[in-house]
């Protein structure tokens, strides 16, 4: 009995080794007869697979054979038309993403109390004077009126709301605008680092440069920066103060109001991007009152 169950043992671990050879020589070779497998059966379906694709090929060949050159040429030239509409559809999806974008942004304006905010689109504007002025989509039935300050933004100066302009006259429907780079634009302005205020455009006898704004009434005693920046002072009624207006470019020591030289003049270049502008920001004053 026990040589019985000796023998007994030994097969089984015979069985057992052998079995463990081959499930390593199985998972040794599992990669490599799996990539056998796929060539076998890629070149044996390979044909006819190919063949629908290739009699796809051939009809289409054949019937571009149907049509003469002219017809051929007359279908390229409408090919080329519906691209050429679809790549003007898309330029005009990226301004109008722009447009949106900027629109979001007129929406974050700080509410003050002074004032409210609606939003215009400009309408109109003349390609010989195109940053001097235009014609906003609102009028007096929204309230706007002569002297309505026109805002706007500029990615270059982040969280703040610029001057662009004024309305000069307003009817029903409509507004034209005045922007700050019109040389009949005049306000009083503020530099807040030199603590001392100025007159766009007071001193009729200032060189005009275009794309900058003139200012004078600056005083003597004061130490500007360039690159400071400019804001509305709030001493008109219906412009409130700190809008921004621009930056210090330079001083005109030699273009005096005086020849006691007791004023300064210089240029500031306009925060507005005037050129680029679609949608601007109407602040309607609350309980306005003439001068």
């Known amino acids: 009995m026990p040589k019985s169950k000796s023998r007994i043992f030994e097969k089984w671990n015979s069985g057992l080794i052998i079995s463990a050879l081959l499930i390593v020589i199985l998972a040794a070779s ?18 006819y697979v190919e063949v629908p694709a290739q009699g796809k090929y051939a009809a289409a060949d054949e019937s571009s ?3 003469s050159k002219n017809e051929l040429a007359a279908k390229i030239t409408k090919l080329e038309t519906a691209n050429r509409i679809f790549a003007s559809k898309v330029a005009r999806f990226g301004e109008l993403t722009v447009e949106n974008e900027k629109l979001r942004t007129l929406l974050k304006l700080p509410k003050r109390s002074d004032c409210n905010y609606i939003a215009a689109e400009i309408i109109i504007r003349d390609p010989l004077f195109w940053k001097e002025g235009f014609t906003v989509n609102r009028g007096t039935d929204d309230g706007v009126i002569a002297g309505t300050p026109v805002l706007c933004f500029n990615p270059q100066y982040p969280g703040q709301v610029i001057l662009a302009g004024v309305v ?7 507004a034209r605008v005045m922007s700050v780079l019109d040389p009949r634009f005049r306000i009083s302005a503020y530099f807040e680092s030199a603590d001392t205020h100025g007159i766009i455009n007071g001193d009729s006898r200032q060189t005009l440069i275009p794309d900058e704004i003139n200012i004078s009434f600056l005083s003597k005693q004061s130490k500007f920066t360039p690159g ?3 804001f509305t002072s709030g001493f008109e009624h219906q412009i409130p103060g700190g809008f921004l207006i621009g930056s210090l470019k330079q001083l005109n020591s030699k273009d005096q109001v005086f020849s006691t030289q007791l004023y300064l003049s210089g240029k500031i270049i306009p925060a507005a991007p005037l050129d680029s502008l679609n949608f601007v920001v109407l602040a309607i004053t609350k309980n306005y009152r003439l001068l």
């Open 65 to 67: 054979r149907l049509y």
């Open 30 to 47: 599992f990669q490599t007869l799996r990539r056998a497998w796929f060539r076998v059966t890629n070149n044996f379906f390979y044909p």
């Open 168 to 174: 000069k006259e307003a009817a029903r429907r409509s």
């Open 228 to 230: 400071e920046k400019c």
